[in-house]
């Protein structure tokens, strides 16, 4: 099993920025793939970025891409989400997810454990 609280959301100007962090127990951090995703209200969980278990390779959405950079830290147990030039419509709850499978996923069932999720809201 393993567990992950996120934790860095909150309230932002648009331009701003915001790192969310993903920590996780139960597990070794470089045993699973991790990944963030997010979701408004009335609508389906969004990828928005993913990395394999040694942090080569990274993976984004389209409309993050150039914005906001994935990153792990496998010491710390810790998964990053930095999120620059920030626009209102990211406003989400952001939730970060691990995958035991052998591959690297963009949609959400491709992971099998999930964080309680964190409000990142931009204004205007």
């Known amino acids: 099993q393993v567990r992950l609280v996120e934790s860095g959301g909150g309230l932002v100007q648009a331009g701003g920025s915001l790192r969310l962090s993903c920590a996780a127990s139960?597990?070794?951090?470089?045993?699973?793939?991790m990944g963030w995703f997010r979701q408004t209200p009335g609508k389906e969980r969004e990828f928005v970025a993913a990395?394999?278990?040694?942090?080569?390779?990274?993976f984004y959405a389209d409309s993050v891409k150039g914005r906001f950079t994935i990153s792990r830290d496998n010491a710390k147990v810790t998964g990053y989400l930095q999120m620059n030039s920030l626009k209102p419509e990211d406003t989400a709850v952001y939730f970060c997810?691990?995958?035991?499978?052998?591959?690297?996923?963009?949609?959400?069932?491709?992971?099998?454990?999930w964080g309680q999720g964190t409000q990142v809201t931009v204004s205007a």
């Open positions: 139960g597990r070794t951090s470089s045993s699973y793939r």
């Open positions: 997810a691990a995958s035991d499978r052998d591959y690297v996923s963009k949609i959400s069932t491709g992971y099998d454990y």
């Open positions: 990395i394999s278990r040694n942090g080569a390779y990274t």
